[in-house]
């Protein structure tokens, strides 16, 4: 697969815009205690300098980030063209190699022969051992693990970007919900999610969970062969990337009339997600926000069915640091973007989620999906 430059809609990131994120991630590289990082193809790359090197290949790409020198991106010869149309190159120094040529060696020339630095998550244990073998006195640290909070905090534009994500899996929900589901197999539901999200401007789709009846009690169900019938409550979770940032939106609809505890188990899971949304303000803690949620669910006798966190990061990837989750003592700062997804998973029986994206204000949580959160009854 060959490199791609950044997408995006208009009001894209500028060169500067990578200039400032590279700076800032060496400066806080320095604040940890790391001499720099080794970014490997993905996430935090793009989010970087606007790279989309292919992740796949076996050739090293490492962008090397060192404090008070100018950042350094190493790339296989064949795909200079690329790495040098990335928005961001302008502030990079771009180093290419031949197949014949060692790349370890070249990168380990920027490496200190006793540092500390911060790799990727996503890094191939081939690039990482080779570098240890060539610097054995160095090491090394997970990205999340020594900056976990990285790309935590969005500008504006980022915001608005997610926003954008956040209304085309809206209309998404508002086209899907018109439809019938009696009588079709889960695939067919998803199917539908998938090509209306591109429809909506989606370039790429991460996930469309359709989970019927007792497949809904999976939080994390394979959209398959079971023919939706009447009577059964149906999960929907689905996302992807638009201009290059996430949406994930989760609403739980019914075939026909809900039963009354049916419709008190959807009640139950819209109050702890409405409580957790409530929690949201700079300077709780991510764990505040998951206790707000869990609270409802747990008052309601519902505690040991609720059996995720409440909720997860979002950027450049649909799953990211911070995560509300009990024992994540992180602060929330403005800027903070972040699913609320409470759920009850009765076995065998049926399944309820509710899930928005939610930024972090000055003063309070902004959702960025805005469908209705009452139980709707399909057809």
């Known amino acids: 697969m060959a490199p791609m430059t950044a997408d995006g809609p208009s009001g894209a990131e500028t060169p500067g815009d990578y200039a400032a994120r590279m700076e800032r991630a060496a400066g806080a590289a320095a604040q940890e205690g790391l001499s720099g990082l080794v970014v490997s193809p993905g996430p935090d790359l793009v989010w970087l300098c606007g790279y989309r090197a292919s992740p796949g290949s076996e050739r090293l790409t490492a962008l090397i980030l060192v404090p008070g020198r100018r950042p350094l991106l190493i790339v296989p010869e064949l795909e200079r063209g690329g790495a040098e149309r990335a928005p961001g190159a302008s502030a990079l120094t771009i180093t290419g190699w031949r197949d014949a040529e060692d790349p370890y060696d070249v990168a380990a020339g920027h490496l200190d022969a006793h540092g500390r630095y911060g790799v990727s998550d996503n890094t191939w244990a081939l690039h990482l051992l080779a570098l240890q073998r060539l610097r054995p006195g160095a090491g090394y640290a997970a990205l999340t693990e020594a900056l976990p909070m990285l790309r935590a905090v969005k500008d504006a534009a980022e915001v608005e970007r997610l926003a954008a994500a956040g209304a085309a899996a809206d209309a998404v929900y508002g086209e899907i919900v018109e439809r019938p589901f009696a009588g079709r197999r889960e695939l067919e539901v998803a199917a539908d999610l998938d090509r209306l999200l591109r429809e909506h401007g989606h370039s790429q789709v991460d996930f469309t969970i359709v989970g019927s009846g007792p497949n809904g009690a999976d939080p994390h169900h394979d959209s398959g062969d079971r023919v939706i019938e009447e009577g059964d409550m149906v999960v929907m979770d689905f996302g992807g990337l638009l201009g290059g940032y996430g ?117 309070g949580g902004r959702r960025l999906n805005n469908t209705e959160r009452a139980l709707r009854v399909v057809g």
Request: aromatic content about 6%; some cysteine.
């Open 247 to 363: 949406s994930d939106t989760t609403r739980t609809v019914h075939v026909g009339e809900p039963t009354a505890e049916e419709r008190k188990v959807h009640d139950v899971v819209r109050e702890a997600q409405q409580a957790a949304f409530e929690a949201v303000r700079p300077g709780a803690a991510c764990q505040d926000v998951d206790r707000a949620a869990r609270a409802v669910i747990v008052r309601n006798g519902f505690g040991e069915y609720f059996i995720h966190r409440t909720g997860h990061g979002i950027g450049v990837t649909t799953h990211e640091p911070p995560y509300m989750v009990e024992g994540e003592h992180q602060p929330l700062v403005p800027g903070m973007c972040f699913s609320i997804e409470p759920g009850i998973y009765l076995p065998g029986r049926f399944g309820v989620r509710i899930e928005d994206i939610v930024v972090c204000g000055e003063s």
